[in-house]
């Protein structure tokens, strides 16, 4: 079982970014999905979630109306697409499936999510 995220890299202030988390050995239209992030020095944090067929999102308050979650199940794939970039969105993204099978609420709880990708940095310049 894996997921693979890619996408990040270095971007100006204002500018966007899009992410991708591939899975692998695992079904993600049976999951909620979510999208977390940890900056260095800090805990990591909740940053949207989606739910199994994509009709309902959560966002974090400081990313709200910035990014969008979206689901590809067919292709086993969950996107992010983050505009307006700020410097406090540098971090390291990670996204992570709901370890209960046929969930119906988006968590934003990490300890909720059983499995994890390895991370793609993004580091945005002021």
């Known amino acids: 079982v894996q997921l693979q995220a890619s996408g990040g890299g270095l971007v100006q202030a204002g500018g966007s970014l899009s992410l991708s988390c591939v899975a692998s050995g695992l079904t993600i239209s049976n999951y909620v999905m979510g999208w977390f992030r940890q900056a260095p020095g800090k805990e990591r944090e909740f940053v949207a979630g989606?739910?199994?067929?994509?009709?309902?999102?959560s966002y974090a308050d400081s990313v709200k109306g910035r990014f969008t979650i979206s689901r590809d199940n067919a292709k086993n794939t969950v996107y992010l697409e983050m505009n307006s970039l700020k410097p406090e969105d540098t971090a390291v993204y990670y996204c992570a499936a709901d370890r209960r099978t046929w969930a119906v609420v988006i968590v934003t709880n990490g300890y909720e999510y059983a499995i994890w990708g390895q991370g793609t940095l993004v580091t945005v310049s002021s």
């Open positions: 989606i739910n199994r067929s994509g009709i309902f999102t």
